[in-house]
Nanobody
């Protein structure tokens, strides 16, 4: 059974830092691309950061220079280090695992999400 379990969310003051983790199981973690998405109340889900199975990372413009995505394939874990947090970063953060097969059919797995609230 595939599972993605996020942890590390909570209440953070503006300007603070937080590290999110996403533990994967039930699939071959190292061959999957991984990403972090977020959804704020009343808004659509948006991509925050993505990392390929080769370790190449890309970020949304809104978090570039503040967030860092990384992965530890030995631990089947994805991370998101967030710094200089702003109130507009408040959202439910979810991790995603994806893989595309030879026929370009994509498989996605999702975690349940963890709430990050940035407020004083």
């Amino acid at each position: 059974q595939v599972q993605l379990v996020e942890s590390g969310g909570g209440l953070v003051q503006p300007g603070g830092s937080r590290r999110l983790s996403c533990a994967g199981s039930g699939f071959l973690f190292r061959i999957y691309g991984m990403g972090w998405y977020r959804q704020a109340p009343g808004k659509q889900r948006e991509l925050v950061a993505i990392i390929t199975n080769g370790g190449n990372a890309n970020y949304a413009d809104s978090v570039k220079g503040r967030f860092t995505i990384s992965r530890d394939n030995a631990k089947n874990t994805l991370y998101l280090q967030m710094t200089t947090l702003k109130p507009e970063d408040t959202a439910v953060y979810s991790c995603n695992a994806f893989v595309t097969d030879y026929f370009r059919s994509r498989t996605d797995y999702w975690g349940q999400g963890t709430q990050v609230t940035v407020s004083s």
